[in-house]
């Protein structure tokens, strides 16, 4: 037996879809700890289930199972799944421009400067202060953490 995998095609590729489906009865499996549920079915000769915790979980997705077969729905032989229960590929999503650390740690203190009381503006100075120097490069020509730290205070 093999279980239901999640992951979709790889690539964009064109899906292969069946209508040879057969969902079998929910069967209990009794473990050590506890009772679990399996919804299983066949798509295409090969064997798919999912386990659940209650019964009511596992008929209720063996529901859908049924009315997708019923209702003519072609079944993904990727998937095991109905077309309507296939997980959707994530689309490319906008990244935003980056920010540079120099213009996110201006536009915090133009945030929060206002705001705050004249020992909380030293806090944040010196925590930026410290945090940037751990973010530059050490390497060979680098200016020296007390030099950065410095004109930073400046």
Known sequence: MSGRSSEPP???????????VRIWATRVVKGA????????WIVAGKV???TFATAGLAESFE???????R??????????????????EPEE??????????????SYVDMKWPEVAPNSRRSIA????????VLLSAERGAPKPA??????YG
């Open 63 to 69: 529901s859908k199972l049924k009315v997708a077969a």
């Open 93 to 106: 999503e906008e990244t935003e421009p980056a920010v540079s650390w120099y213009e996110f740690t201006c």
């Open 48 to 50: 798919w289930y999912e």
């Open 126 to 133: 010196d925590a930026l202060a410290t945090a940037t120097t």
């Open 147 to 152: 030099l950065v730290r410095k004109a930073l």
């Open 71 to 88: 209702e003519g729905e072609a079944f993904d032989v990727e998937t095991g799944l109905p077309i309507s229960l296939v997980p959707a």
């Open 33 to 40: 700890k506890a009772t679990s549920y399996q919804a299983r």
């Open 10 to 20: 790889a690539g964009g590729a064109r899906r292969k879809l069946t209508y040879d």
